[in-house]
């Protein structure tokens, strides 16, 4: 058991750029979250896949960005047009439903937009 | 979601137990009561969860109050790697989506 592993771990990109962000989650988790943390805030729910559903989508993640999980493992999430509000940090988290319900989260990528 | 209410700060001492208190009166019959912290520069950290009765593990014991209404986090023996932000999280099993909804949680600071 490695994990929940991100990557990159810091991105700064300038605004109007695109970037992705990579999440390997623990191996055999079906469930993957994607969350957004600001400075000084708790984390905020993004989207989650089951497998490689994407079943829920927040409101706060808007048509610049997208999301997947190919192959029911490792997923991405993409920004385009980055904007400075656009600067947190992305936290990746797995859980092994229906067993176990605890998420287990990766580093998170840092995110900057100049 | 239902809410939960935190104390923004707590304080404790090394090797002293610590109580961080949780209330959330709109609790409903599915909720799960979570627990989750995140020490700086980290991603949170799951402790524990329980749906109704009290719950031990390695890291924590949860108290759940007999109307569910409030939960306390007990930590036995805090250590200076005990010092994190504290979330009390509800998620509903009812939708089965278990997504976590933070609040600003308890900052623990602990003294040596």
């Known amino acids: 058991d490695t994990g929940v592993s991100q990557d990159p771990r810091h991105k700064i990109t300038k605004r109007g750029q695109n970037v992705t962000f990579r999440c390997d989650p623990i191996?055999?988790?079906?469930?993957l979250y994607w969350y957004r943390q600001t400075l000084g805030q708790g984390p905020e729910f993004l989207t989650y896949f089951q497998n490689e559903a994407q079943l829920e989508k927040s409101r706060l993640l808007s048509d610049r960005f997208s999301a997947e999980r190919p192959k029911g493992s490792f997923s991405t999430l993409e920004i385009q047009r980055t904007e400075q509000g656009d600067s947190a940090m992305y936290l990746c988290?797995?859980?092994?439903?229906?067993?176990?319900?605890?998420?287990?989260f990766g580093p998170g990528t840092r995110l900057t937009v100049l | 979601d239902a809410k939960t209410t935190q104390p923004n700060s707590m304080e404790s001492n090394e090797e002293e137990p610590v109580h961080l208190p949780c209330n959330h009166s709109t609790i409903s019959g599915t909720d799960y009561i979570h627990w989750y912290r995140q020490l700086p520069s980290q991603g949170p950290e799951y402790v524990i969860h329980g749906l109704t009765s009290n719950v031990n593990n390695r890291m924590a014991s949860l108290a759940i109050a007999e109307d569910r209404k409030s939960s306390t986090l007990i930590l036995h023996r805090a250590t200076l790697r005990d010092a994190a932000v504290y979330y009390c999280?509800?998620?509903?099993?009812?939708?089965?989506?278990?997504?976590?909804?933070f609040g600003k949680g308890t900052l623990l600071t602990v003294n040596p």
């Open positions: 988290a797995s859980s092994l439903l229906p067993s176990k319900i605890e998420q287990f």
């Open positions: 999280i509800l998620s509903n099993s009812g939708g089965s989506n278990y997504k976590l909804t």
């Open positions: 191996s055999e988790h079906n469930r």
